[in-house]
């Protein structure tokens, strides 16, 4: 892989040929001699690679007669080093260094130095052995010669300049190149592995995000789409209890002549033109993805991520969602993070191969490799965990109902809307009733139990009415009062099987107790329908229903335009009923008043206009599409919203109004 001239090797190697045993006779003569102890002896034993017989069978029962003596030996073990040479095709040179074994304890002392924290490197070992392209001292050759340098030890300079001959006629070239590379900025494909240490931090910008990861190891692979430099990089996850290290891989993909460094797709992080700026704000957000850990209740609005499937999908999220890594490990089992313990200490990430559980990988990035996360130790993060840390949180979009990974630098905290219950048209006393029983729930769910444990601690209430008087409106403001979340569903969202709906519907309330939230199933008529002796199917729904809400421990909302026809079993369930009849003037006067103080770019509206507008008769849905309508038309014609843009809309809609059949009350 790496070119040079090995004209001194090879005169060093010839030159040790006079001082090698001639024969076997010899051989033995001087196994007689007292042997010097373990890598004392200041030379180089060369080895060279020998071909092999190949015989017909692989194994046979008589003892070959074509044996030699064992080249590492108790006479090799004196030398400093063992030199291992192949034979070398490329028409420049006849043997090429193949490996090198240090034996010296001198050696290993000051190179345990220089290769101190190199993955892979324990020079405490009896027998450390390193192979070509010998990228330990290509990383690391500055070090390596600052070392020889100071050595002011006689017998370990002695032992230092042999070392130093052999590799530097071996890796003089790719020093060069490295050297030349690096002043100049940029780098080639085949020498790109110089520039990236193991340990190293490592920049990378993905989807505009900018991220540091710690660099474990790198190499060469091919694929059906061409030669890679594949790189496996570690980051600082979080697995809903402790935080952990992950795995990710790079490609860089082949590419002819020389290119900027900048220019791959991840590079040394030293290499970035605002390299300290960058850690500092890397490892602010570090400290918001240690704080984020838990249960937190935010808002949101960005890019999220669905890496669940073997697709990456990105979604345009506009919505409140839930951070809870522990959770998306419960709902989600197949995705569940699986964790290792791994060596404490700041910046270590080494795997602990006593481990218990042994090393596990799952699928997540784009690019066909694993995403292993193990356990650390340690509560709070070091700088270096924190600047390393994953830009994403996993989480629950309540808008979207999806599972997906959002941005830290998107999160946002909640904007609470205060006057939610004053915009809700309903009788005073009612939603001080409302209200109460909410917050009565919310603070003493574990108060009141039935006879059977688990059973009976939830709050159920109804809502009941025609379209557009609030009943929705009602849920979302009791959520907004209480500050939790509100998980909206209907019945579309949990399927048209009765087995479906149980699976989904048990997932959906069991999440909302979990995270303490108010859910609206809206349109729950055919839950709630009558059982009857001619629909089955039917009756499934609701028996499913009944039996799920038994269980349910926290405050679920059901909306209804059909509350006569509702199954009698309920009436032990539901805890409160509300009826809502159709709008009156006074109330489509409050709406439209609602409406126009929070709209945007709006003129003024005097009293008897507002009160033209209440005297159409409409619900609160219709009144706000009206208004949106006419917002449009204002836009259009650059104007702020008037009087007369309204007026318009509702001539409009006079106009082209279909008959309806008005909604009975029961």
């Known amino acids: 892989?790496?070119?040079?001239?090995?004209?001194?090797?090879?005169?060093?190697?010839?030159?040790?040929?006079?001082?090698?045993?001639?024969?076997?006779?010899?051989?033995?003569?001087?196994?007689?001699?007292?042997?010097?102890?373990?890598?004392?002896?200041?030379?180089?034993?060369?080895l060279y690679e020998a071909e092999h017989r190949r015989h017909a069978l692989p194994w046979t029962a008589e003892y070959p007669d074509d044996l030699e003596e064992p080249l590492e030996n108790a006479e090799s073990a004196q030398f400093a080093l063992l030199a291992r040479y192949k034979k070398c095709y490329d028409m420049r040179k006849k043997l090429q260094l193949d490996s090198l074994v240090v034996q010296s304890p001198l050696l290993k002392a000051v190179l345990a130095s220089v290769l101190e924290k190199y993955p892979g490197v324990t020079m405490s070992l009896e027998r450390v052995e390193f192979s070509e392209p010998f990228e330990p001292f290509v990383h690391r050759w500055e070090q390596f010669a600052e070392a020889r340098a100071q050595e002011a030890h006689p017998e370990t300079r002695e032992h230092l300049d042999l070392l130093w001959n052999v590799l530097e006629e071996e890796v003089r070239d790719t020093i060069r190149e490295k050297q030349d590379l690096a002043n100049n900025g940029v780098v080639t494909f085949d020498s790109v592995w110089t520039i990236f240490e193991p340990g190293a931090l490592i920049f990378r910008q993905k989807?505009?995000?900018?991220?540091?990861?710690?660099?474990?190891?790198?190499?060469?692979?091919?694929?059906?789409?061409?030669?890679?430099?594949t790189m496996r990089c570690e980051y600082v996850d979080f697995d809903g209890e402790k935080f952990g290290v992950g795995q990710d891989s790079i490609r860089i993909p082949p590419f002819v002549g020389t290119l900027d460094i900048a220019k791959l797709p991840a590079y040394p992080v030293d290499r970035h033109v605002e390299s300290e700026s960058l850690k500092k704000r890397l490892v602010a957000r570090g400290k918001l993805f240690e704080a984020y850990k838990g249960y937190h209740f935010k808002a949101y609005r960005g890019i999220a991520i669905d890496e669940r499937s073997n697709e990456r999908n990105r979604y345009n999220v506009h919505s409140r969602i839930i951070i809870d890594t522990q959770a998306h490990n419960r709902f989600n089992p197949h995705e569940k993070v699986n964790l290792q313990k791994i060596l404490s200490g700041e910046g270590d990430f080494d795997f602990d191969d006593d481990s218990e559980n042994g090393f596990e990988y799952l699928s997540d990035n784009d690019e066909d490799d694993a995403d292993a996360v193990r356990i650390t130790a340690p509560e709070v993060l070091t700088e270096e965990q924190l600047l390393i840390c994953k830009p994403t949180l996993r989480g629950y979009s309540l808008k979207d109902k999806k599972w997906l990974e959002f941005y830290i630098d998107s999160v946002e905290d909640v904007t609470w809307n205060e006057d939610a219950f004053d915009s809700l048209v309903a009788p005073p006393e009612q939603k001080d009733l409302v209200l109460a029983f909410a917050q009565s729930q919310s603070k003493n769910r574990e108060g009141f139990d039935d006879v059977i444990q688990g059973k009976g601690r939830g709050m159920i209430i109804l809502l009941s009415g025609p379209p557009g008087v609030g009943k929705t409106l009602t849920a979302e403001s009791v959520a907004e009062s209480l500050k939790v979340p509100l998980y909206t569903l209907s019945a579309g969202d949990l399927g048209s099987w009765a087995e479906d709906v149980e699976s989904k519907l048990r997932t959906v309330l069991e999440i909302s107790t979990k995270w303490n939230a108010v859910v609206l199933l809206d349109e729950a008529d055919v839950f709630l329908e009558a059982r009857s002796a001619h629909d089955l199917s039917r009756n499934q729904f609701v028996s499913v229903f009944l039996r799920l809400l038994e269980y349910f421990e926290g405050m679920l909302f059901l909306t209804t335009n059909r509350v006569d026809s509702i199954d009698a079993a309920f009436d032990s369930r539901i805890h409160l009923?509300?009826?809502?009849?159709?709008?009156?003037?006074?109330?489509?006067?409050?709406?439209?008043?609602?409406?126009?103080?929070?709209?945007?770019?709006?003129?003024?509206?005097?009293?008897?206009?507002?009160?033209?507008?209440?005297?159409?008769?409409m619900n609160g849905r219709q009144i706000k599409n009206v208004l949106k309508v006419a917002q449009l038309l204002a836009a259009k014609k650059e104007e702020a919203l008037a009087f007369r843009h309204v007026e318009v809309v509702l001539k409009l809609r006079a106009t082209n109004a279909l008959k309806r059949r008005p909604f009975k009350t029961s």
Not at 1 to 20: F, G, I, P, R, W
Not at 207 to 229: A, N, Q, V, W
Not at 604 to 614: I, P
């Open 1 to 46: 892989m790496h070119n040079s001239n090995v004209d001194t090797a090879q005169s060093s190697a010839e030159s040790s040929k006079e001082s090698l045993p001639k024969d076997k006779s010899s051989t033995d003569d001087k196994k007689k001699e007292p042997l010097a102890p373990t890598g004392s002896l200041s030379q180089i034993r060369n």
């Open 207 to 229: 989807e505009g995000h900018d991220r540091i990861y710690r660099l474990k190891s790198g190499t060469y692979s091919k694929t059906s789409r061409g030669k890679y430099y």
């Open 577 to 617: 009923t509300l009826e809502y009849d159709e709008l009156d003037m006074d109330s489509r006067r409050h709406i439209w008043r609602t409406f126009l103080k929070k709209a945007d770019n709006v003129g003024e509206f005097l009293d008897q206009e507002v009160d033209k507008l209440a005297e159409t008769n």
